[in-house]
């Protein structure tokens, strides 16, 4: 350990920077986090720098730092992204006695800013010495992932309690309470807006009570399939799971991060193949929560589109079981962004339909008419069955067939494929996709890379006619 990590308290005491350009502004976003009496010595300062002088957020000095100007700073940084500048900027405020770090200059500075996970008042400082700032940042990232946004305001309001858990045992009873509070009730309360001090002492009603744990269910959308695509809330529910019920098409590698105790169930329920019946699953989802687990009921995309949500939660909400909802990147967004498109484009389209190909009757009817419209965009989900039904509809409601229609499985997967077609060989373009495809319709891809299909000859005559 060539560097030894230290907090060093900084309220109410002198910081100096030296500088006044991007390597300035960098290091004062994150100074002005403190409590320290902030002040910058620049001739010519960046606007941002000014602005902040003026709102008082930090002392501007506009002249080049001077012997004397460090006396008695507890830090001091000289950030002029230039050798001569800094070399004499450290010359000076190291002379005045203060520890001075020279940025992006490891060798001449005598201390170095860590990586900083600010959770505030938990806050985690990652150093590697300076031997691999990537690295750093790489950890501080994964950290970041780990230690939900509400972690500081969750730890402020239990700093505030001790005392009052102190009515629990000490030992396992009061370590559980502090594991339902950040792991559970604590993300959940900020999640819903609630007032953190009185989630804390229902929770310490319930210990004391001994009452038992509430159980949940969360329903939290997996995205379309690249793991990187989960959001940090749905990352944290699958780490915390008891329970995962979740459809066919979550992909292995969302599952690989679900927490290694967590019953996983598969509970089928996407296109056409065998999956169980909404009661079973709704049944399942009540039984694990009356025991008081943390259920996890994993969609694909978002539960919100598509996804039979309001029938899951419905069920829940009869049975008194507490609920929440993590959205997710649905399939019409991934395979927009797959091709290097918008759903929606000034003069082109205000408005972006989500239509599903099938509905519990068989297909499903539409508004044909607006869809038919020159500029029409629509996502078509589970339409691969009904693509030529459909194709007839619109060609029927007079739309062009040479209209782009761009077909996308696997939106955001290694095996993602892409077809582009027209409303004329829509049939042929979906024919032979055996993975979940979404249909965009007036959206023609920016790859060129795409499949292009050709029109087969007599393609527009034998469509139009049915
Ligand atoms: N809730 C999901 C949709 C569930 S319906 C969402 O918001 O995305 C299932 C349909 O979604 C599939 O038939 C297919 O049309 C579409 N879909 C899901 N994942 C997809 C993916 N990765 N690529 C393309 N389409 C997908």
């Not at 829509?426 to 979404?438: H, S």
Request: proline share 5%; glycine share 10%.
């Amino acid at each position: 350990m060539d560097h030894f990590p230290i907090f060093v308290r900084t309220q109410g005491r002198r910081v100096c920077l030296a500088g006044g350009g991007d390597a300035a502004l960098a290091k004062l976003r994150l100074l002005m986090k403190t409590q320290a009496t902030l002040v910058v010595f620049a001739a010519d300062p960046a606007p941002e720098i000014e602005g902040w002088a003026g709102q008082g957020l930090l002392k501007l000095v506009r002249r080049e730092v001077q012997p004397g100007d460090a006396r008695g700073a507890v830090i001091a940084y000289a950030a002029h992204e230039d050798e001569d500048a800094d070399a004499r900027a450290l010359r000076i405020m190291a002379g005045d006695g203060a520890l001075v770090n020279v940025v992006d200059d490891l060798e001449r500075s005598q201390f170095i800013t860590p990586a900083i996970v600010d959770r505030s008042p938990v806050v985690v400082a990652i150093g590697t010495e300076g031997a691999a700032p990537v690295l750093a940042r790489r950890i501080k990232a994964d950290l970041e992932e780990r230690l939900p946004a509400t972690l500081g305001r969750l730890t402020d309001v239990a700093r505030g309690f001790r005392a009052r858990a102190e009515r629990l045992r000490h030992g396992a009873p009061r370590r559980r309470f502090w594991a339902d509070w950040f792991e559970l009730d604590g993300p959940r309360a900020s999640g819903r807006g609630a007032d953190l001090d009185a989630a804390l002492g229902d929770l310490l009603d319930r210990h004391l009570s001994a009452a038992p744990r509430a159980g949940h269910v969360d329903f939290v959308g997996a995205g379309p399939g690249d793991p990187e695509l989960l959001t940090l809330k749905a990352r944290a529910a699958l780490d915390r799971a008891d329970v995962v019920i979740h459809d066919r098409l979550i992909a292995p590698a969302i599952l690989e991060l679900v927490r290694r105790e967590a019953m996983l169930v598969e509970a089928g329920k996407e296109g056409f193949g065998p999956s169980m019946a909404q009661g079973d699953i709704n049944d399942l989802m009540i039984r694990h929560a009356r025991k008081g687990r943390h259920v996890v009921r994993l969609k694909s995309g978002d539960p919100g589109v598509f996804g039979r949500l309001d029938e899951e939660s419905g069920a829940l909400e009869a049975e008194g079981i507490a609920f929440a909802v993590v959205p997710g990147i649905t399939a019409a967004s991934a395979a927009a962004a797959g091709i290097g498109r918008s759903l929606t484009r000034r003069g082109r389209n205000a408005e972006a339909r989500f239509l599903t190909g099938h509905d519990m009757k068989g297909f499903a009817d539409q508004d044909w008419t607006a869809l038919a419209r020159p500029g029409a965009v629509a996502a078509i989900y589970m339409g691969k069955r009904a693509a030529r039904w459909m194709q007839g509809r619109l060609l029927m409601h007079g739309a062009d067939p040479a209209t782009s229609v761009t077909v996308v499985e696997n939106a955001s997967r290694p095996d993602a494929v892409t077809v582009a077609a027209t409303l004329a060989t829509l049939p042929d373009a979906v024919e032979g996709l055996d993975g979940p495809a979404v249909i965009l319709m007036g959206i023609a891809p920016r790859d060129t890379a795409a499949i292009a299909l050709p029109v087969p000859a007599g393609a527009l005559r034998q469509e139009s006619a049915r």
